[in-house]
C-alpha cells in the first residue's frame, strides 16, 4: 500500500508512506541510523540488513520522552560532525515519535538541511507522528516547543515492527487512531469499534486510513495555518498533563486519551457533542485500556500553562473541539469562566 503525500499548496513536495514488509533500501551516499537504546537492540540489525549505502553509521540515544531535549539533539549532531556527514547525507529515524522528531529536527539544521526517512516502529509513530514533517523537542516550558516543519524524503511502515511492542505502547497509538475518526470520519469511528486490532490485515487497513486522513489534512495545510490544527484535538489539555507530570506518568498517547476526553466536556458544556456521543468515546477508549481522567490538582495552574500552548495567540486560547463524531471546530472565544468550570469536573 502506498499513500501518497504532495505538500501542493506549499512547498510542493512529493514523497509516499510506504504500508507493507520493509523493502531493500539503496542509498548513494553517507547513511547514518538514529535510533534508541531500546529499539537498537530489538531492530536495529534487521534494518541494517535491508540498507545499502556507501558509508553507515548508527547513532544511539537514551529512550524516553524525557530525553527529546535539545541536549540529546546535540549529541546527534556531534556524532554526524564525528563521521563527516555532507550536505548531500541521509539520516533514517529506527524508532516512535520521539526519536522520529529528533531525528527530523537533526536533519532540518545540520548543515542547513539534510533528508531524512522515517521508520516508525510504533503504532502511534506509524499513524501519526511520522506523517507530515512536524519535528522539534521539549523544552522546561511545554511539549515541542523547539521546532521545524520539515518533511520527509519517505516513511516506511512495516506492521511487523509492532510485534515487540508493549501492550501499553500499542494502546497509546490508538488513541492517536481515534482522535482521527472523532475529528474527519464517523463510519471510521464505527468500522474502529469492532475492528480486530491483532489482525494484521485488519490492522494495516486501520493504519492506512489514518494516513491517508491525515494526508488530506497535510496537503491542504502543510504549517497549520488552518485545518491541520484540529489533529491536535486532545492535545491542548493532555500537553499540560504531560508538563505537569514531568513527562514520565503517561505515555503520549494516554495523555492526548485524557485530553480528548477534557475536550469532549468542553464541547458537551458547549452544546457542540451529545454526552451519549462523549460516553462512546470513552467506552472505546476504557475498552483500550487507556486513561480517561485526571486529577487536577490546582485549577488555576492547570489553566495558566494553556498559554504555553503553540496555538495561543494575543493571549487567545484556541481549542480543538468535536462536534458530535465525524465533526470538528476550532474556537478561539471560550471564557475563562466556562473552561475553569469544566476544569473543576476533573478535580477529585
Same mark, same amino acid.
Given at each position: 500500500m502506498i499513500v501518497p503525500i504532495h505538500l501542493e499548496n506549499s512547498s510542493d513536495i512529493k514523497y509516499n508512506v510506504v504500508i507493507d514488509t520493509l523493502p531493500e533500501l539503496t542509498f548513494n551516499r553517507k547513511v547514518a541510523i538514529v535510533t534508541n537504546t531500546t529499539v537498537s537492540e530489538l531492530h536495529l540489525e534487521?534494518?541494517?540488513?535491508?540498507?545499502?549505502?556507501?558509508?553507515?553509521?548508527?547513532?544511539?540515544?537514551?529512550?524516553?520522552?524525557?530525553?527529546?531535549?535539545?541536549?540529546?539533539?546535540?549529541?546527534?549532531?556531534?556524532?554526524?560532525?564525528?563521521?563527516?556527514?555532507?550536505?548531500?547525507?541521509? %539520516?533514517?529515524?529506527?524508532?516512535?515519535?520521539? $526519536? @522520529?522528531?529528533? +531525528? =527530523?529536527?537533526?536533519?532540518?539544521?545540520?548543515?542547513?538541511? /539534510?533528508?531524512?526517512?522515517?521508520?516508525?516502529?510504533? %503504532?502511534?509513530?506509524?499513524?501519526?507522528?511520522? $506523517? @507530515?514533517?512536524? +519535528? =522539534?523537542?521539549?523544552?522546561?516550558?511545554?511539549?515541542?516547543? /523547539?521546532?521545524?516543519f520539515y518533511q520527509p524524503e519517505a516513511v516506511y511502515i512495516d506492521t511487523n515492527f509492532l510485534k515487540t511492542l508493549p501492550k501499553r505502547e500499542f494502546a497509546a497509538g490508538i488513541a492517536e487512531i481515534i482522535k482521527m475518526a472523532v475529528m474527519f470520519d464517523r463510519d471510521y469511528f464505527d468500522f474502529l469499534v469492532d475492528a480486530d486490532f491483532s489482525d494484521r490485515k485488519s490492522l494495516e487497513k486501520v493504519i492506512r486510513r489514518s494516513v491517508e486522513l491525515k494526508a488530506e489534512v497535510v496537503n491542504l495545510d502543510e504549517k497549520e495555518s488552518g485545518i491541520r490544527a484540529v489533529l491536535n484535538y486532545g492535545h491542548t489539555f493532555g500537553h499540560v498533563i504531560e508538563n505537569e507530570t514531568n513527562y514520565t506518568t503517561y505515555l503520549h498517547g494516554e495523555a492526548v486519551a485524557i485530553g480528548m476526553m477534557m475536550a469532549n466536556a468542553l464541547a458537551v458544556e458547549l452544546g457542540l457533542m451529545e454526552q451519549n456521543q462523549m460516553d462512546e468515546v470513552e467506552k472505546f477508549l476504557k475498552k483500550h485500556q487507556l486513561p480517561t481522567s485526571y486529577n487536577i490538582s490546582n485549577v488555576d495552574s492547570f489553566y495558566d500553562k494553556f498559554f504555553l500552548d503553540k496555538k495561543a495567540s494575543n493571549n487567545r486560547l484556541k481549542f480543538i473541539l468535536p462536534k458530535g463524531l465525524g465533526g470538528h471546530t476550532i474556537r478561539d472565544d471560550i471564557d475563562e469562566e466556562t473552561l475553569k468550570r469544566v476544569l473543576y469536573k476533573f478535580v477529585k
Open positions: 534487521h534494518l541494517k540488513s535491508k540498507i545499502s549505502a556507501d558509508e553507515l553509521y548508527v547513532v544511539t540515544v537514551e529512550d524516553g520522552e524525557e530525553f527529546k531535549t535539545l541536549a540529546t539533539v546535540e549529541a546527534i549532531l556531534n556524532k554526524l560532525f564525528e563521521a563527516k556527514l555532507d550536505r548531500k547525507s541521509l %539520516l533514517i529515524a529506527l524508532g516512535g515519535g520521539v $526519536v @522520529g522528531d529528533m +531525528t =527530523g529536527f537533526t536533519a532540518s539544521i545540520y548543515q542547513r538541511g /539534510i533528508g531524512f526517512v522515517q521508520v516508525p516502529t510504533t %503504532l502511534l509513530s506509524q499513524v501519526d507522528a511520522s $506523517v @507530515g514533517g512536524k +519535528t =522539534g523537542v521539549n523544552s522546561a516550558y511545554g511539549k515541542n516547543l /523547539i521546532g521545524a
